[in-house]
């Protein structure tokens, strides 16, 4: 059996999309595959999508079987039930392990600077000329998490495979011009609804890059500011909580901006090497919407910064 998986944080759409559009694609060509995970799912996941008649199987992996990994390459942020040396296929667009993955896998390792993993799993099935068969659940799926990914196509990491993709996937789905605005505002309404529960859902540990924040949170909203406005309080106590080295990274996509929230000197400072950025306090607003894996591009780019000697005058 080929699993077809994602991360073990928790599955946004992008990942819930491709698990599932993927794994109906290897099956139309005779592999047969399941789209599994154990994580939660977030609130990109909005209620209409679960509404769809598309579901994750109900599967247990077992020895012998082989896994494919949509939308997540780092080997610590494996669903746990990844056996690593079964691996056969790595789909995603996050940085920082194609190297590995290449020595690995050669060309089974799909790792590409793309605004949503949904679309290169859209050019397999378009590659397969499988495209009139793929299911109307499994478009709108993909075009939805194109849509979120991209952030509405304001997202630095959008290609215009990205755009066409969307296209041609939200023909296929019949989704309506009005789709965009509607899945994103009942994502806000998700989020308020329940958030510290959203900011526990899309919450990742970036311990192995020493210079980020050791935790970063991220919602992608309509209005950000105004979020941010009404809760500020609720979200600081929450996050503090987690530790002091944090960052929440809320997208706008009503302005194209992020709002960073940061837990401490320490991570204003790490986050200020990075980008220029003005604080007025804990709050920093950015003239345009960066995402978590923009960020960790930069940090994986610039130097570690050496852990400062014992200051002399502190010891003594
Ligand atoms: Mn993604």
Redo the contacts with the bound molecule.
Sequence with gaps: MRVVTSGSAYL?I??YA?CIAYAELLNQQGIAARAVSSAPLNTSISNSVLGWDARLDDYRPVAGDEYVLM?VSDPDHFDPFVQLANVREVI???PGFEHYWAQRLGTAADIQPIG???TLVFLRWEAAEALTHISPHSAALLAT?ILD?TLNFTGQMTTPQDTRAYDVLARRANLSAEWPQCYFGECQAAIEADLTGALSADMKRMTATPNLPQRIAQMTVWDAGELIHQHHAAIDQWLAAQGEDWLLNAISLRECKSYWLAGSSLSRHKLSRLVDVEWQGSLAVLPHGMQR?ELLKLALAAPVEPVNAPDKAACC
């Design positions: 946004d992008d990942a491709c939308d995603d667009h996050h949503a993993a949904a998490a990914n894996k």
